[in-house]
């Protein structure tokens, strides 16, 4: 008994140092990639002021309601797999304030859920929100801010779709659903059995991500894209006029922002 009790908490201990070292990574790569435009482009504006602060808490809390809002999809993946819109916020908001805002958003976005309802996958499920949602974010908004016009917005959100779809899938296999079976109590083998009730083709790890993990990230990744490319121009200005100024050394008249 004391056995399986300390192999349970090594194995929480872990995980929760997992979900921390990928949260760095994560901030510290949207943070270089920042920096590194800003001094291309002689920015002098901070990466992190107040009122980008403000907005990245504004937009983790309309963030945090679309996630409370998730639901399954039962003819795809088994329950404890869930579908929500709350990248959407996180991608505006890194279109409009750059990939460290994205990031951001997300993390407290995850927070927010975990104080408001705590969690039903042994907080498996929201390390996948929150990294699989930046695999959608980070390069998308990256990619936005060397050139922000509207054929690199689709561009961008392309790539974002595709990286999370790969990544989102290949991480389940490899980390995620391995990570669930051991936290969550429930044998790999049962959790196989549930993909195999929806899906007959499903009868091992590959082609359960392959076939009800794959095409959830893939319904996600384009509602996101589509949606965010649909409501950004009209809401660019309304965002842009709670920035503080940006002071460049010299003048940028050839962006045209979409």
């Known amino acids: 008994m004391s056995n399986g009790l300390w192999q349970s908490i090594k194995d929480n201990v872990i995980f929760v140092l997992v979900c921390l070292i990928v949260a760095a990574v994560l901030f510290l790569t949207a943070y270089a990639a920042e920096k590194y ?28 309601i679309l996630f409370l809002f998730e639901f399954p999809i039962p003819f795809l993946a088994p329950s404890f797999y869930e579908l929500d819109f709350s990248e959407i916020p996180a991608l505006v908001g890194a279109f409009a304030f750059g990939p460290v ?44 801010m060397f050139k922000k016009t509207k054929k690199t917005a689709v561009l961008s959100c392309v790539a974002g779709g595709v990286f999370m779809t790969v990544f989102g899938t290949a991480f389940n296999g490899v980390y995620l659903l391995p990570a669930f079976s051991a936290l969550f109590g ?15 083709n499903i009868d091992s790890i590959t082609t359960f991500v392959c076939f009800a993990v794959a095409p959830m ?25 709670a920035q503080l100024p940006v002071k460049r050394h010299t003048a940028d008249t050839t962006t045209t922002e979409s």
Not at 52 to 63: D, E, P
Not at 217 to 241: D, E, G, H, M, R
């Open 37 to 64: 435009v800003h001094k291309r482009d002689g920015v002098r504006e901070r990466i992190l002021n107040t009122r980008k602060v403000a907005m990245i808490g504004l937009f983790s809390a309309i963030a945090v």
């Open 101 to 144: 805002a994205g990031v951001m958003i997300e993390f407290c976005k995850v927070l927010l859920k975990l104080v408001i309802k705590g969690t039903s996958t042994a907080f498996v499920g929201d390390l996948a929100n929150f990294v699989i949602g930046c695999s959608l974010v980070l390069p998308a908004s990256v990619i936005y």
């Open 186 to 200: 429930m044998p790999m083998e049962s959790i196989l059995a549930m993909g195999s009730e929806i899906n007959s």
């Open 217 to 241: 990230n893939i319904i996600k990744s384009v509602a996101a894209s589509v949606v965010t490319l649909l409501i950004y121009k009209p809401l660019s200005p309304i965002i842009k006029s």
